[in-house]
């Protein structure tokens, strides 16, 4: 029987923490626009590369927030257990942030695992309004069929773009549509600003902790799938425990 850990709730009551992981062009946007809507704030920012923290550092000019400029590994610096819980995640990076947490901290601790599963099951149950892209042991999902303004505010009942009702909200899509054989872990992104979601750091290690509690299960492998979303867009992946 499929066992799901969801993360739809905010559990920070406070925006004034923000980890950003990435210095490009989507981690410059997400300081951007977090600093103009949350004065007194403050931002770590962190990248593996000097040279794009040095272009950052150059182009930004912010007076209202604290900020700090961390050169490093961003899977490195988030796997250390001296960060707060209290931050929120900003992903700026070309990959699935959530789920390579995870694999390095299972990595980091021998525990056994497979990337390659048949997903397959997943795709055949999905509505097929979605608009589907496989790609790298990764599907990309979306409620939209077009390219979204960037500066949506992501409205609860109707498209920003289209102005019609909604058909739901692609995370708890993706709670409804895990097969039965499966377990899985679901991370709600949460727009904090135009164009720029988010998530408690306390998430990422709830997730870790319940990935520990499915190895006392019975079956020798478990098929488990590892879902991020917002309202409209998400990314699911997936591995195998033994």
Request: aromatic share 14%.
């Amino acid at each position: 029987m499929k066992k799901i850990k969801t993360f739809f709730d905010k559990n920070i009551k406070d925006l004034n923490k923000f980890l950003i992981i990435g210095s490009g062009f989507f981690g410059f946007k997400a300081l951007k626009r977090l600093s103009e809507k949350y004065n007194n704030s403050e931002f770590i920012i962190v990248d593996k590369s000097q040279e794009k923290i040095v272009d950052l550092r150059r182009n930004i000019d912010i007076k209202k927030n604290k900020i700090e400029f961390i050169v490093e590994d961003a899977l490195e610096f988030l796997s250390k257990s001296n960060l707060s819980d209290n931050l929120w995640i900003i992903p700026a990076v070309p990959f699935h942030l959530a789920y390579e947490f995870l694999l390095k901290n299972l990595s980091s601790r021998n525990i056994n695992f497979k990337l390659k599963i048949n997903y397959k099951d997943i795709l055949n149950i999905l509505p097929n309004y979605l608009k589907i892209i496989e790609r790298n042991n990764n599907i990309y999902l979306s409620i939209a069929d077009f390219i979204c303004p960037d500066d949506c505010p992501e409205p609860t009942q109707k498209c920003y773009y289209t102005g019609k009702t909604r058909v739901g909200n692609l995370y708890e899509i993706i709670n409804k549509s895990i097969p039965e054989k499966y377990y899985a872990i679901i991370y709600r992104s949460f727009q904090l600003a135009p164009g720029v979601g988010g998530y408690p750091l306390s998430n990422f290690y709830s997730g870790f902790n319940f990935l520990m509690d499915l190895r006392l299960e019975k079956e020798d492998e478990k098929n488990i799938i590892i879902g991020t979303a917002c309202r409209c867009h998400g990314v699911l992946s997936f591995l195998n425990l033994t």
